[in-house]
Nanobody
């Protein structure tokens, strides 16, 4: 299974970006897909997650109301729409997929077996 992340770039504070994560193989609906981010010098942190088969979503508090995770099942793609971006959102964003994710571990990197290469988001002040 390969994940291809794209959509990062440079944007001013208050702007928007949409990240995409395309899953190349497997039955898309069996996966949970999540976005994590890693800021310079910091650990990789959970951002958002979606259970593709049911549409259930989860967000870290810092992005609630600003970011939206969604799927296009016909394209095997998960999107992360990021609005009202802040300088503290600057990070490399990674998408990840797993087929054995449960509610209690959905925010853990260990729950996801497949990872994309990361896409850089830079928000200027």
């Amino acid at each position: 299974v390969q994940l291809q992340a794209s959509g990062g770039g440079l944007v001013q504070a208050g702007g928007s970006l949409r990240l995409s994560c395309t899953v190349s193989e497997g039955t898309f609906r069996r996966y949970d897909v999540a976005w994590f981010r890693q800021a310079p010098g910091k650990e990789r942190d959970f951002v958002a997650q979606i259970k593709v088969s049911a549409g259930y979503t989860d967000y870290v508090d810092a992005v609630k109301g600003r970011f939206t995770i969604s799927t296009d099942n016909a394209r095997n793609t998960v999107y992360l729409q990021m609005n009202s971006l802040r300088p503290e959102d600057t990070a490399v964003y990674f998408c990840a997929a797993g087929s054995t994710v449960i509610r209690s571990n959905r925010r853990s990197q260990n729950a996801y077996a497949y990872w994309g290469q990361g896409t850089l988001v830079t928000v200027s002040s």
